[in-house]
T-cell receptor
């Protein structure tokens, strides 16, 4: 069982570059989400999706874009990277939008913006 | 808005001692509550969850937590710490925001287990 797979695991970018963080799940989960983790701040929600073609903003959406063309994939795009976006990014999924089920997390993408 | 406060960003215990990690939440409706553990360079793994059934919840690896509505608390305990328990622990509350329930995380508690 692969669960939630994130690629790449590490990435270094220059300010102003764009890139896409990939996330795929093989559990047929309805709900998928992206978080960023910064020291002393826990995880903060960037964007989420409750199904193919449906996305919405979380707590810290600025500078990020998402799409959900299939149930399995939920890529996160950095439009023009800034040093403030240096962070560890986690993708997660759960079976429905109801929220009593636990979320399954990927292993993270460690992103540095120079 | 929901919020979670974890008291103590760093906690150290001796191997074999009681582990107590504190979590207080604010929620305008009965919440769903979760504890997750994160080992270095890994994602978060579920330890246990409270979803309005029994107030004492047992999880994996000998951990348990008690939901106390009057105190708005959901503290995590383990009777006897093991070296393998060293990790970062996150408390989270789930509540509706937008079109789905969202998790709001505390800032985390780093647990160190001393030999």
């Amino acid at each position: 069982n692969a669960g939630v797979t994130q690629t790449p695991k590490f990435q270094v970018l220059k300010t102003g570059q764009s890139m896409t963080l990939q996330c795929a799940q093989d559990m047929n989960h309805e709900y998928m989400s992206w978080y960023r983790q910064d020291p002393g701040m826990g995880l903060r929600l960037i964007h989420y999706s409750v199904g193919a073609g449906i996305t919405d903003q979380g707590e810290v959406p600025n500078g990020y874009n998402v799409s959900r063309s299939t149930t399995e994939d939920f890529p996160l795009r950095l439009l023009s990277a800034a040093p403030s976006q240096t962070s560890v990014y986690f993708c997660a999924s759960r079976s429905s939008r109801q929220g009593h089920q636990p979320q399954h997390f990927g292993d993270g993408t460690r992103l540095s913006i120079l | 808005a929901q919020s979670v406060t974890q008291l103590g960003s760093h906690v150290s215990v001796s191997e074999g001692a009681l582990v107590l990690l504190r979590c207080n939440y604010s929620s305008s409706v009965p919440p769903y509550l979760f504890w997750y553990v994160q080992y270095p360079n890994q994602g978060l793994q579920l330890l246990l969850k409270y979803t309005s059934a029994a107030t004492l919840v047992k999880g994996i690896n000998g951990f348990e937590a008690e939901f106390k509505k009057s105190e708005t608390s959901f503290h995590l305990t383990k009777p006897s710490a093991h070296m393998s328990d060293a990790a970062e622990y996150f408390c989270a509350v789930s509540a509706f925001s937008g079109s789905a329930r969202q998790l709001t995380f505390g800032s985390g508690t780093q647990l160190t287990v001393l030999p």
